[in-house]
């Protein structure tokens, strides 16, 4: 079993910033990908980013250039910094790790941006 933790959502001025992160704890060796969805009102879950154990990343196009994801393995969290925010970034973010065994995801963490 695996337990994600988020944290870091807030309200947040269009271009302003915010830090998410997310800790993991439980059967985590064979987790490789960790990564971050959104979903907002009324729309699917959608990939933000995802980053490898070895560092590798993938965005959304929507995100490139304004997020970066990081991860520390020898805390088990991983990192999503989000810069020069719009309001279509609003969404509930969820935390995601991929291992072996199966697909685990955190509670959520709201990220609301004002106009």
């Known amino acids: 079993q695996v337990q994600l933790v988020e944290s870091g959502g807030g309200l947040v001025q269009a271009g302003g910033s915010l830090r998410l992160s997310c800790a993991a704890s439980?059967?985590?060796?064979?987790?490789?990908?960790m990564g971050w969805y959104r979903q907002a009102p009324g729309k699917q879950r959608e990939l933000v980013a995802i980053?490898?154990?070895?560092?590798?990343?993938r965005f959304a196009d929507s995100v490139k250039g304004r997020f970066t994801i990081s991860r520390d393995n020898a805390k088990n969290t991983v990192y999503l910094q989000m810069n020069s925010l719009k309001s279509e970034d609003t969404a509930l973010y969820y935390c995601?790790?991929?291992?072996?065994?199966?697909?685990?995801w955190g509670q959520g963490t709201q990220v609301t941006v004002s106009s």
């Open positions: 980053i490898t154990l070895d560092g590798s990343t």
């Open positions: 439980g059967t985590i060796f064979n987790c490789n990908l």
């Open positions: 995601n790790t991929q291992c072996i065994s199966a697909n685990y």
